[in-house]
C-alpha cells in the first residue's frame, strides 16, 4: 500500500449531480476513476459555456491545492461517477512527510494548468481572429 493512499477520499455522484459549483471555496481536487463531467463557466451569456468534458483518469479542482480564490467553473456529472479527492490538508501533510512526492505533484498539476492554459490561449486567438475577419470583411 502506498503511504499516502489513506489521504485520498473516494466519493461518488449520480448523473446531474453538481461536483462543485463556480463561486464556492473550495479546498479539493479530484480525480475521475469512472464516468464523466462537463466544467462550465458562467458568462455574460443567459447559458453557462461548457470548457470542457472529462472522464476517467482526468483531473479537474487542481488549482484548489494551490490557490485559495473561489472555484472558477462548476463540474457538473454527465454519468454516474466515481473520483478520488485530494485536501488541501492532506497536501500538507505530503509536504511534511515526503518533499519529493510533493514536488512531483506540483509539477503534474502545473503541468495540467499549462496545457489547459494552452488550449485557452488558442480558442481565444481564433476568437478575436474571426472577430477581426468579419470586421475586415
Known sequence: MN???P????????CGDM?????????RMFCICRG???????GL?????????LSGGDSFSEVELIDFQTRSASVRALSDLNVLTLSNKDMHT????????????L???S????????????LVASSLYGIASSLAS
Open 3 to 5: 503511504l499516502f493512499e
Open 7 to 14: 489521504l485520498f477520499e473516494s466519493t461518488s455522484y449520480l
Open 19 to 27: 461536483v462543485v459549483n463556480e463561486g464556492e471555496q473550495g479546498n
Open 36 to 42: 464523466k463531467v462537463e466544467v462550465t463557466k458562467q
Open 45 to 53: 451569456a443567459s447559458a453557462p459555456a461548457v470548457l470542457a468534458q
Open 94 to 105: 505530503i509536504f511534511e512527510e515526503d518533499k519529493d512526492t510533493f514536488i512531483l505533484i
Open 107 to 109: 509539477m503534474n498539476i
Open 111 to 122: 503541468r495540467e494548468i499549462s496545457g489547459r492554459l494552452k488550449k485557452m490561449d488558442a
